[in-house]
């Protein structure tokens, strides 16, 4: 890894390793991914997008198994995918973890956690991202 790629992947950590959204402090709506302009507001909202960090915790909303990955994730099926909403009402689609693909339900508790998603054998690099876990156990501990 060559210096440019090691200051890069520090100024991602903050990011990566939260799940920031953004606020339209014009109709209260909340994206995530980012976005520069509210797609309800417009030219209105210029100037009126604020960052917010998004709790991580949400239900499933829907999911699916997937038997027969794309050719990078190979290796490692069969997993879950899911559409989970966010208590800020925001719907991402994510890798389920932790978790017996026959337990997950609809409805059921996640959390995010950040994982390695995939290393470049080419450039060394590693990739991090957000996949999401369920609660339940790890409350049992409190
Ligand atoms: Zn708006």
């Known amino acids: 890894m060559g210096g440019e790629a090691v200051s890069r992947f520090?100024?991602?950590i903050p990011q990566r390793y939260n799940l920031i959204g953004t606020k339209c402090?014009?109709?209260?709506r909340i994206y995530f991914p980012q976005r520069e302009?509210?797609?309800f507001c417009r030219r209105k909202s210029i100037g009126k997008m604020e960052e917010v960090?998004?709790?991580?915790?949400?239900?499933?909303?829907?999911?699916t198994i997937i038997?027969?990955?794309p050719k990078k994730?190979?290796?490692?099926?069969?997993?879950?995918?899911?559409?989970?909403?966010?208590?800020e009402g925001v719907r991402v689609t994510s890798q389920?973890?932790?978790?017996n693909l026959d337990k997950i339900k609809i409805g059921m508790e996640v959390e995010a956690t950040f994982r390695r998603i995939q290393d470049d054998?080419?450039?060394g690099a590693i990739y991090y991202g957000y996949k999401f876990r369920p609660v339940e156990k790890h409350e049992d501990k409190k």
């Not at 960090?53 to 999911?63: D, E, F, N």
């Not at 389920?96 to 978790?99: A, E, P, Q, S, Y």
Request: hydrophobic share 40%.
């Open 10 to 12: 520090w100024r991602e």
């Open 25 to 28: 402090k014009v109709c209260n």
């Open 37 to 39: 302009v509210c797609p």
């Open 53 to 63: 960090k998004l709790s991580g915790r949400g239900k499933i909303v829907t999911y």
């Open 67 to 69: 038997h027969v990955p």
């Open 73 to 87: 994730f190979e290796g490692q099926a069969p997993y879950a995918v899911a559409v989970v909403e966010l208590e």
């Open 96 to 99: 389920i973890v932790d978790c």
């Open 121 to 123: 054998g080419w450039t």
